[in-house]
């Protein structure tokens, strides 16, 4: 549980909205959605802040560590095939993660529950192409923004 009742309710709300136990999500501050483990945070003060959400991609095969970073950096120039999201790289695994964070104010329950399965989508495609599990090249980016 957070210190901003807003966001714990929002949680909540979402988790019901995505078929999931809400006081589990807000206890275990995160989700299992279509095989992504979806960590979610809140940042911010009592009364203003932001939701944050991040998960794990996978670690790229040695071989091809130089080039997914390369693409990785250059795809969130402008957050391009990354639907406004981020990718970066956990210094002490590897791993490549995928991550976003809004406004508390602009969100309700329904629309972070969207914008979640739209990331989780983004997710799919950038994992398979981290952990080379389709041919070389950028995903293509999925129709519509990362967007509230």
Same mark, same amino acid.
């Given at each position: 549980?957070?210190? @901003? =009742?807003?966001?714990?309710?929002?949680?909540?709300?979402?988790?019901?909205?995505?078929?999931?136990? /809400?006081?589990?999500?807000v206890r275990d501050e995160g989700l299992l959605l279509d095989g992504f483990i979806i960590a979610l945070a809140y940042e911010g003060s009592a009364t203003f802040g932001d939701v &944050?959400?991040? %998960?794990?991609?996978?670690? /790229?095969? =040695?071989?091809?560590?130089?080039?997914?970073?390369?693409?990785?950096?250059?795809? @969130? @120039?402008? !957050?391009? @095939?990354?639907?406004?999201?981020?990718?970066?790289?956990?210094?002490? %695994?590897? +791993?490549?993660?995928? +991550?976003?964070?809004?406004?508390?104010?602009? &969100?309700?329950?329904?629309?972070?529950?969207?914008?979640?399965?739209?990331?989780?989508?983004?997710?799919?495609? !950038?994992?398979?192409?981290?952990?080379?599990?389709? /041919?070389?090249?950028? =995903?293509? =980016? /999925?129709?519509?923004?990362?967007?509230?």
């Open positions: 549980m957070s210190f @901003n =009742p807003r966001y714990d309710s929002l949680i909540r709300d979402a988790a019901r909205s995505l078929g999931q136990d /809400p006081e589990a999500v &944050l959400f991040v %998960t794990e991609l996978g670690i /790229p095969l =040695p071989s091809r560590e130089q080039e997914v970073h390369r693409t990785l950096l250059s795809s @969130n @120039n402008f !957050w391009i @095939n990354t639907g406004g999201a981020t990718l970066g790289i956990q210094s002490e %695994t590897g +791993c490549v993660v995928l +991550c976003g964070r809004f406004n508390l104010e602009f &969100l309700d329950g329904g629309r972070l529950a969207a914008m979640l399965r739209h990331f989780v989508g983004i997710a799919g495609m !950038w994992q398979m192409y981290v952990t080379d599990s389709v /041919p070389t090249g950028i =995903p293509a =980016p /999925p129709l519509g923004a990362f967007r509230v």
